[in-house]
């Protein structure tokens, strides 16, 4: 009966997942095509799209620590739904300015962090509370396959309508999304904090500094934030190869599908015993793929770079995910300081994305494109080196649940 349970999503972990798949469309058009746009629309191409990432990543650290003691101490759905509000202000920002948001990479970087602080730091709080440990696995691979699958029509929906038609007619195409999370966040049962003491960060770093599990943790978050720089270089490769946002989408499309293959398998099939090899076999087919584009940049080359990276980093994050959530639930993170061990989990990630955009914008300003494959490479080197940390905690994590 439990190995039967184990295979449906009760109410909360469906609506977690609704709220996920709307988040993933709206960061595809956010994330992928506002690049592919960036590139087409502004004279310094990699700075415009390193200035955009940038000012994102920084407005969501920033939001994080600003709404933490609210999403403590308050109604985490009522947090939650500020995401939405921004969204709705920045796509109707983006929709207004058409052509002319290439200007405004700043404002519009910015806007879009703050929408994903939003989104970001209550539902993992969310996710903690209402996803047990033993499901955790299971939960993760099949939400990304569920979340993948509804992403497959979408890239060439959206590449189709970018190219034949306008930016803004995709913009108001997207809020509509925004009603549906809505109906979704009003279905999810209550996440009220009983607990009422306000954030501490400066305490929980004191609290911690001499546990080395959760250290170790923070370190793989900063090689793996670098090396988010992945999507953006798998995407700036394929408009410079194909030129397109249809045929951006088509390929988008087909690798999305492969991904959703691969994390049923995840989930169906794989469990914490598993994390090692999984992560071995990905590390090769990544590194092997980024040396063969750094050698000759063709259009087979960038195709089997970019489905590698984008099923392999799916599920390489999958897995390091699944240990940060399952690292607030040990003996090291006591339930009063979970806000904050997810806020100094940002930070690090922060800071990690933060070196990695400063170096692609230094290739950008001058105009150093040569050693733009060296950078890929340094990029999968740090997201196999920050797995293979996470996965090394993994018996601890265990251990202290």
């Given amino acids: 009966m439990r190995e039967k349970f184990r295979h449906f999503f009760t109410k909360d ?78 796509l109707g920002l983006i929709a207004v300015l058409g052509t002319k948001a290439a200007d405004y990479v700043i404002l519009l970087g910015g806007l879009y962090g703050i929408f994903d602080g939003f989104y970001s730091l209550p539902i993992y709080s969310i996710t903690i509370e209402k996803v047990p440990y033993e499901r955790m696995v299971f939960f993760t691979g099949i939400k990304s396959m569920i979340k993948n699958t509804f992403k497959i029509i979408v890239p060439v929906t959206l590449g189709f309508i970018i190219t034949t038609k306008s930016l803004q007619n995709t913009a108001w195409i997207i809020m509509i999304i925004a009603i549906l999370e809505i ?49 953006t270089v798998v995407t700036m490769y394929i408009v410079y190869v ?63 770079y970019a489905c590698t990276s984008t099923i392999c980093f799916e599920i390489m994050y999958q897995i390091s995910n699944a240990n940060a959530i399952d690292m607030a639930r040990t003996k090291f993170i006591t339930q ?40 890929i490479i340094l990029a999968v080197i740090a997201l196999i080196s920050g797995c293979f940390l996470s996965i090394s905690i993994t018996k601890d994590i265990d251990k202290n649940i």
């Fill in 336 to 375: 009063d300081n979970r806000t904050e061990y997810l806020v100094v989990r940002n930070i690090m990630v922060f800071i990690g994305q933060w070196f990695a955009l400063v170096t692609l914008m230094y290739i950008g300003v001058f105009e150093l494109y040569k050693i733009l494959g060296v950078f």
């Fill in 183 to 231: 109906i979704m966040l009003c279905l999810l049962s209550p996440s009220v904090n009983k607990e009422q003491k306000s954030v501490n960060i400066t305490g929980f770093i004191r609290s911690i500094k001499e546990n080395s599990t959760v250290k170790t943790l923070f370190v793989s978050e900063i090689f793996r934030g670098f090396a988010t720089i992945l999507e």
């Fill in 13 to 90: 972990e469906t609506m977690i997942t609704g709220l996920a798949v709307c988040h993933a469309i709206s960061n595809m058009f956010l994330g992928t095509f506002i690049i592919s746009f960036l590139m087409h629309n502004s004279i310094a191409e990699i700075v415009s799209v390193s200035t955009y990432r940038l000012f994102y990543y920084f407005a969501m650290c920033i939001t994080f620590i600003l709404v933490a003691n609210w999403c403590k101490c308050g109604n985490k759905k009522l947090v939650f739904s500020m995401n939405i509000i921004t969204r709705i202000i920045l």
């Fill in 242 to 304: 194909f030129h397109t946002d249809m045929k951006l989408g088509i390929w988008t499309t087909i690798f999305t599908f492969c991904t959703v293959i691969a994390s049923w398998a995840f989930g169906r099939f794989c469990s914490r015993s598993d994390y090692k090899w999984i992560i071995v076999l990905c590390s090769v087919l990544m590194l092997s793929t980024a040396t063969m584009l750094f050698i000759n940049v063709t259009n087979i080359t960038t195709l089997a």
